[in-house]
Every structure is written in structure tokens, then in C-alpha cells.
């Protein structure tokens, strides 16, 4: 219950009426959470959710409008991956590095393996 009145707060769904010291939410309200929830799972902010929830309540909203939003996170996924499959590069080459396992700690600079060219030594 927290997290919803933490999206009322953040302006992301709107404070039902109370009835009987209770709050009732729409079925409108349940679907919107859910929106947020899934959303963030994949990776959106609340910035970015509000953004889109927001497009579909303006009038002069067009495809134009949601195209932009989708091609900006489409673009930051993309470098994420980037990242990410540099990262794994790099625990390969640590792993590689270290493959007899014996060798001492002080003798692979763990962080050398992080460098731009990825040379553990």
C-alpha cells in the first residue's frame, strides 16, 4: 500500500476518495499500477512512465510524441547492452587470466582487467 500512495505523491495516479476510512481504487487505477509496476520492471523510470502516462491524457498527443519517448529509451538500452557486453569481455578475460587458480591475487591486477584494452596481467 506504501508504494501507491507513493506514486499518488509522485503525481503518477490521484487519490481516490476515502469511504468509510477507506480508500477505493478503479478498476482504471488498478490497471495504471499495474503500467507503473511492469514498467519499471523493464527499466523505466518514474520520470519516464509519468511521461508516457501523461501522453495518453493530452488531446494533441500524437504517435510522433510517443515514437520520440520509445526511440530515447530504445537508444539507452542499446548503450546499456554495449556496456554490459563490455563487462562481460572483461570477467572473461579476468576469468581466463586466473584459470589455474593458483596463482596469487598480487600477481593479476584485477582491475587491469577492467582497462579500455583488457589485458590482465
Given amino acids: 500500500m506504501e508504494t501507491v500512495r507513493f506514486y499518488e505523491r509522485r503525481g503518477l495516479i490521484k487519490q481516490p476518495a476515502a469511504r ?33 502516462l501523461e501522453l495518453n491524457l493530452h488531446p494533441r498527443a500524437t504517435c510522433g510524441d510517443v515514437k520520440r519517448h520509445a526511440d530515447a529509451k530504445r537508444d539507452e538500452i542499446g ?18 587470466a586466473c584459470s589455474d587458480g593458483r596463482d596469487a591475487v598480487t600477481q593479476r591486477r584485477i582491475s ?9 596481467s
Fill in 20 to 52: 468509510e476510512g477507506y480508500r477505493t481504487y478503479s478498476e482504471d487505477d488498478a490497471r495504471r499500477i499495474r503500467f507503473i509496476k511492469r514498467a519499471q520492471g523493464l527499466g523505466f523510470t518514474l520520470r519516464e512512465i509519468k511521461g508516457l
Fill in 79 to 96: 548503450r546499456k547492452i554495449r556496456d554490459l557486453q563490455k563487462m562481460k569481455r572483461a570477467l572473461m578475460t579476468l576469468s581466463a
Fill in 112 to 120: 587491469d582487467c577492467f582497462e579500455p584494452d583488457g589485458k590482465c
